[in-house]
Nanobody
Framework: QVQLVESGGGLVQAGGFLRLSCAAS????????MGWYRQAPGKQRELVAS???????NYADSVKGRFTVSRDNAKNAVYLQMNSLKPEDTAVYYC??????????????WGQGTQVTVSS
C-alpha cells in the first residue's frame, strides 16, 4: 500500500502565492511520474503539472509561467509553487504518483486533495 499526503493549501488573495507539498510513503520500489491535478466545482479533474524522474515537465496552458513543479526523489516528494494566483485557480488540488510497488506492479495513486481558494 502507498499513501500520498498533501499539505500547503489554503486561502489567499489574488496575486498571492502558495506552495503545495506531497510526500509518498509505503511499499515503493520507485516512482515514475509525479504531479498535480485539480478539480473545480462542476468541472472535470484536470492536469496542472507533472514531472518525470528525469526532469521533463508538462504544464497546463493556464498555469504556464506562474506555477512550477519540482520533486525530491530521495524523499519521494513533489511540490507545486503557485505564484500570481487567480480566482480561477480555486479548486481542490490532488497529488498524483505513478508508483512501481515492491511487488513490481505499476499503480496510479492519488492524494486526498487539498483545497486552494483564491479570493478576488
Amino acid at each position: 500500500q502507498v499513501q500520498l499526503v498533501e499539505s500547503g493549501g489554503g486561502l489567499v488573495q489574488a496575486g498571492g502565492f502558495l506552495r503545495l507539498s506531497c510526500a509518498a510513503s509505503g511499499s515503493i520500489l520507485s516512482i515514475n511520474t509525479m504531479g498535480w491535478y485539480r478539480q473545480a466545482p462542476g468541472k472535470q479533474r484536470e492536469l496542472v503539472a507533472s514531472l518525470s524522474p528525469g526532469g521533463s515537465t508538462n504544464y497546463a496552458d493556464s498555469v504556464k509561467g506562474r506555477f512550477t513543479v519540482s520533486r525530491d526523489n530521495a524523499k519521494n516528494a513533489v511540490y507545486l509553487q503557485m505564484n500570481s494566483l487567480k480566482p480561477e485557480d480555486t479548486a481542490v488540488y490532488y497529488c498524483n504518483a505513478v508508483v512501481k510497488t515492491r511487488n513490481r506492479l505499476l499503480v496510479n495513486y492519488w492524494g486526498q486533495g487539498t483545497q486552494v481558494t483564491v479570493s478576488s
